[in-house]
Every structure is written in structure tokens, then in C-alpha cells.
């Protein structure tokens, strides 16, 4: 005998053997009688009068309603400011512009900053360069101001 027939031998006494395995594993497996007896009738109609709620579900507690506890929370109140600007172009003129722009102390808004010129402008677009440009002077990261403008200088795109 040589070794391809030993393999054949094997291999098919080891697939004769999964089959009783499985055949047996699937005749062992059976629900118990009484599992599929029902003495109670399972309810397959709804309505707000025969409605029972089950226990809570959901054991956590809501996020807002610790918030409501706390009370109401403050809106920030908003700064207006009008600051004085110059902007030095390509050609090397200098121009001042009036940049108006919003803050709360912690974040600016950057949609209102230079928002007294028209939106669109060559006004307002370099009104909104020299705008970047001034809070980078402003920019000190000692104090919460400060950290807001070099955050405006960071992230403020004209």
C-alpha cells in the first residue's frame, strides 16, 4: 500500500466520522415538549387599553434632566467691538480699515468679523486679511483673551 492510497483511507474515514458527529450532535439537540406548549396566549393586539408597560428598561439617568436641575444655563453674552486696522498690500499702499466683529470673551465669531463691509468686496476680503493679520498682534497666551485671538489667528480664514 502506498501513501496515497493511506490518505484516501483517512481521509475518508475522517469524513465518515464528521457525518456521525453531526447526525448525532442534531438528533441530541431537541426543544422539550412543554417549550413549544404555550399555556398563556402570546398578545398580538395594541391599544392604549390593554397596553401594560413592561419594567424600565433604561436604568440610566437622562442627561438633560441633570442639566434642567442645575437650572437654566446663561447665554454668553456677546461683545461688539469696532477696531481700527491696516492693511499693507502687494503693491505696498497701506490701507485702514474699520473691522467690526463679535466675541464672548472665550471664542470670536468669525462670520461677523469686517461684516460692516459688503460681503464679497475687495473692501472685505482685505478688510478680512488686515482682520487676520491684527489678531496676531493681539495674540498673547496668557489670558483668555489673548488665547482667543491667537486661536482667531490660527484659525480664521479670509
Same mark, same amino acid.
Given at each position: 500500500m502506498d501513501a496515497s492510497e493511506t490518505r484516501d483511507r483517512s481521509n475518508r474515514r475522517l469524513?465518515?466520522?464528521s457525518i456521525i458527529i453531526v447526525f448525532s450532535a442534531t438528533m441530541s439537540i431537541s426543544l422539550p415538549s412543554h417549550a413549544s406548549d404555550r399555556s398563556v396566549e402570546r398578545q398580538t393586539v395594541f391599544?392604549?387599553?390593554n397596553y401594560t408597560p413592561r &419594567?424600565?428598561?433604561n436604568s440610566m439617568r437622562s442627561v438633560m434632566a441633570e442639566k434642567e436641575r442645575d437650572g437654566p444655563v446663561k447665554a454668553p453674552k456677546i461683545e461688539r467691538k469696532t477696531e481700527k486696522v491696516k492693511w499693507l498690500d502687494a503693491r505696498g499702499t497701506e490701507t485702514e $480699515? &474699520?473691522?467690526y $466683529?463679535?466675541?464672548d470673551g472665550i471664542t470670536l465669531d468669525f462670520a461677523s468679523v469686517c461684516s460692516n463691509h459688503r460681503s464679497g468686496s475687495i473692501t472685505y476680503r482685505n478688510c478680512r486679511k488686515a482682520a487676520r493679520q491684527w489678531f496676531g498682534t493681539k495674540c498673547n497666551g496668557g489670558s483668555s483673551a489673548g488665547k482667543m485671538y491667537c486661536h482667531a489667528r490660527n484659525a480664521f480664514r479670509p
Open positions: 469524513s465518515v466520522f391599544s392604549d387599553h &419594567r424600565s428598561v $480699515y &474699520r473691522m $466683529y463679535q466675541h
